[in-house]
């Protein structure tokens, strides 16, 4: 009996590790202290799993205030659905405003194979692929601005 069930043990966790790989980091994943404000897609992360970019745009929405915003983009470079989450990290005039409440600025998805989701400047489309940098209307261009954003904490797991 021990002869069997040892084998099988390997198996079946060799099995389990196989199907539920996951790729945990605590190093910050996208930087952009050191970058200028592209306005193109730019490239912040790749690994075989996902590829992280972003870029800054001008957002004139429909109603509100116009403001300088940080879009995201994410692709699955895989053939299966991934669910990932991370820690938004914000510095406004070089104070990290963020960084003492990672459960509130912490964002999970789940994204299908070979699928790319990207933010948006639409009131609708959140916060969760779009960063707020700076107000661009005249009457309030004098707050803080955006002068790093960082992505850490990222794990990515198959689902």
Known sequence: ????????????????????????????????????NPMVWTSCFENNSIRLEYMFTDCDPAAGFDFEGVLIKVTNLTTVKLDVSWHKLLYYAGTCRTCDFPEEYRFEFCIGPDESIEGDCSAQSGYNFKLFSKFIDQQYSKGDKLTQFQLGDIIIAEK
């Open 1 to 36: 009996m021990k002869k069997i069930l040892l084998p099988l043990v390997i198996l079946f966790s060799s099995f389990l590790t196989c199907a539920q790989q996951t790729f945990q980091s605590d190093v910050v994943i996208c930087d952009t202290s050191s970058q200028s």
